[in-house]
């Protein structure tokens, strides 16, 4: 007899052999499963075989066994394996919005093991939950969830400590949910979803609710999610005003804030964990509470962008003696003890997956860093080579079978390791940021992630966890360097792209940005189109920036303008190049662009242009950039409107005036489309060349272009 699961929106079938028959939306009645795939909902994985008779005619591996039987009793799932001889018991709980499972306990028979002393099954790891879900239009690996504008069905995890995943096969994937005994194997759930796609977002959100989970849902409703974000890494008492006065002129509400720009730093990440403040702050916590009070005061909403797994190499919990909870990716137990003179470290086990990469070649003994050479491959096993007491931790002895290893220090420059996320350290750590945010910080960015334990599905998102559950009020909204499935719920706004020199800016944009932006739209996600960096001298310049905001408007993704205020000082655009910004911004978030504007915006090889018209008004136009000399410091557009030929132009670097072969009285010159024309006399027209201008003129455009390619500058 088959068991039926069910609530309000959904109906899925299961035959008493556990394969899934049926998956129904009850909306629309649409099947949800691929036809004929014969896979059982549940599994159990074992290292080994442990039963007797089963490792004496079986190999010894790692093996899966499939579930051959269920029954239901209650809210509970009795479900049996092939092979493995014990039962697992799956709670379901039938919700509203989703039925979620969750592995109980497992049923121990008296003749499971004999003889064998066992308190429980030897199960790893256990499949909460598989099924084998017919393919829609739309696939989102983040939120694992297939839709198309009918149906949606989501596997999504109820408890940080679940993995969720899936596997794409050819018209279908088989999404699914595995708990693990080095995790937590009873306990954590998974929550299936099915429902109409205009509910899923309400769906996802009860479950958020329910089992108290950052709210995902939430965050990506609130328009602050999808605003641009201006970048500093120099924001002190003394320079606010300065960073104001930035940001009003590009349109910037929200403000990201580098942790150096608070804390001691070396070579950047050299102090992480210290958090101690820089010589800015003088007075610490109360200095930099006004200082986020006076952005708010104007509108801005700060954010603060952390390293949450990083040490620093020259940070207190490295010298002069070493914390023991940092992260260690191999372990060596020491074969001959090590006296304070040695330069050999002897160990037990074969170093040949040690690394080699320069100044990653760390050990670990104690309090102790000792760096290493060379290693050798054959008994007796050692590093060779060494030099003790690196970092300036203090130089021991170390007695034989004391076990140490190879310090997870960072790829990034190698000047900080990684915290070993299952200690007291990640805690410790992660107050003292929470500390720091609930200062007056409003958003969150979430750097160095990827710098977790394995397994990473589950370490990437404990360790931004960390930080967001010591938080007195949930962030507006979150980004970060790497993801995984449950920082769906912290990370409403992905990722950001890094830095990307001016002479390949535009192409990078088609590369990088636009391909995530479209995966980003199947996890109802939206993805930053960059950290856009302002380089020094006259590199960065207006129709950088207008060809990219064009394109993020076109996905509806905001991005991130890197400040430097040297980098400022140096370029005389400056304020025409916010001006850009502020438009795009403002015309993007006010719904300015309709969805065909969109599409015309989407194709890589054409530019636009965003006008404020005679009637003060947005107006977009696509334009084409006249083809001049490299040398020539003068930057010129030219686009079509009202049948009549235009042209913007600036100078990149300096001022002058510029002039045309052609009669005055043929140009009309505007600093502003709804200002009056300026007036240039008789004679051969010479223009102003400095911020950007506008021309007019009843020129056919050949003859225009043909006028601004034979200019002269003077």
Not at 202 to 212: G, I, M, N, R
Not at 466 to 485: D, I, M, N, R, W
Not at 574 to 596: H, K, M, N, P
């Amino acid at each position: 007899m088959a068991i039926v699961i069910e609530n309000s929106l959904f109906r899925l079938t299961v035959g008493e052999d556990c394969i899934a028959q049926s998956l129904v939306c009850k909306a629309n009645g649409e099947e949800c499963l691929a036809k004929d795939k014969k896979l059982p909902l549940f599994s159990v994985t074992q290292e080994r075989p442990f039963n007797n008779e089963v490792k004496l005619s079986t190999l010894c591996k790692r093996t899966t066994y499939p579930a051959n039987s269920l029954r239901r009793e209650g809210d509970k799932l009795i479900v049996g394996f092939s092979v493995a001889p014990y039962e697992a018991v799956v709670q379901v709980q039938e919700k509203e919005s989703y039925v979620n499972f969750c592995l109980d306990s497992f049923i121990n028979h008296p003749t499971d093991y004999g003889h064998l002393c066992m308190d429980k099954p030897p199960a790893t790891e256990f499949c909460l939950l598989q099924l084998p879900v017919a393919d829609r239009e739309n696939f989102g690996q983040w939120l694992n969830v297939s839709w198309d504008e009918n149906t949606a069905v989501n596997v999504l995890a109820s408890d940080p400590r679940t993995l969720i995943d899936a596997e794409k096969r050819e018209d279908y994937h088989i999404m699914h949910a595995t708990v693990r005994r080095d995790i937590r194997l009873q306990g954590p759930g998974v929550a299936l979803i099915v429902a109409p796609k205009e509910q899923l977002l309400d769906c996802v959100a009860a479950v958020e609710e329910d089992f108290d989970l950052p709210r995902g849902v939430e965050s990506r409703r609130n328009p602050c999610t999808n605003q641009a974000i201006y970048y500093t890494w120099e924001l002190y008492p003394d320079t606010v005003e300065e960073h104001i006065r930035y940001c009003k002129a590009g349109g910037y509400k929200l403000m990201q804030v580098y942790f150096t720009s608070i804390y001691k730093s070396a070579q950047c990440y050299g102090l992480c964990g210290d958090y101690d403040y820089n010589d800015h702050y003088p007075n610490g916590a109360e200095d930099l509470k006004k200082v986020l009070s006076r952005l708010r005061e104007e509108g801005i909403i700060p954010g603060l962008h952390l390293l949450q797994p990083h040490i620093g190499l020259k940070s207190r919990y490295v010298t002069p003696v070493a914390d023991h909870r940092l992260h260690l990716i191999q372990h060596y137990t020491l074969a001959k003890p090590l006296g304070k003179e040695d330069t050999t470290v002897y160990v037990e086990q074969d170093p040949f997956a040690a690394p080699r990469a320069d100044k990653r070649r760390v050990l670990q003994f104690g309090g102790e860093l000792i760096t290493y050479e060379g290693r050798t491959e054959e008994r007796p096993y050692c590093f060779t080579g060494c030099t003790r007491g690196a970092y300036d931790t203090t130089v021991t002895e170390h007695p034989l079978g004391q076990i140490g290893g190879v310090l997870d220090v960072s790829e990034y420059s190698a000047v900080s390791a990684y915290l070993d996320q299952n200690t007291s350290l990640a805690d410790e750590v992660s107050q003292k940021l929470a500390d720091t945010y609930n200062l007056g910080f409003g958003f969150i960015y979430f750097d160095g992630s990827e710098g977790a334990n394995a397994p990473h599905a589950y370490h990437i998102p404990n360790a931004q966890y960390s930080v967001y559950k010591k938080l007195q009020t949930a962030p507006l909204f979150c980004e970060g360097a790497a993801k995984a499935h449950f920082s769906w719920h912290m990370l409403s706004g992905a990722n950001a792209f890094d830095i990307f020199r001016p002479e390949v800016f535009k192409e990078m944009i088609g590369v990088h940005p636009i391909p995530e932006a479209i995966e980003m739209k199947k996890d109802f996600t939206r993805v930053n189109f960059g950290w856009w960096q302002f380089w020094g001298g006259t590199g960065t310049q207006a129709d950088q920036f207008a060809y990219s905001s064009a394109k993020a408007a076109a996905w509806d993704c905001p991005a991130t303008m890197i400040s430097d205020r040297k980098f400022f000082g140096e370029n005389p655009r400056l304020y025409d190049i916010l001006e850009v910004l502020r438009r795009w911004e403002d015309a993007r978030t006010s719904g300015f662009f309709t969805a065909e504007q969109k599409e015309q915006m989407k194709n890589l090889e054409q530019e636009h242009i965003l006008l404020i018209n005679e009637q003060k008004e947005y107006e977009l136009q696509p334009y084409f950039r006249v083809a001049l000399s490299e040398d020539f410091p003068i930057t010129a557009y030219t686009f079509t409107r009202g049948g009549e030929s235009w042209a913007v132009y600036w100078h990149r670097s300096g001022e002058g005036k510029l002039k045309l072969p052609v009669n005055a009285e043929e140009i009309q010159l505007y600093e502003e489309l709804w200002q009056p024309s300026v007036s240039l006399g008789n004679g051969l027209a010479v223009l102003p060349a400095d911020k950007c201008r506008y021309v007019k003129t009843t020129l056919p455009m050949e003859k225009l272009v043909e006028v601004f390619q034979k200019a002269e500058l003077l």
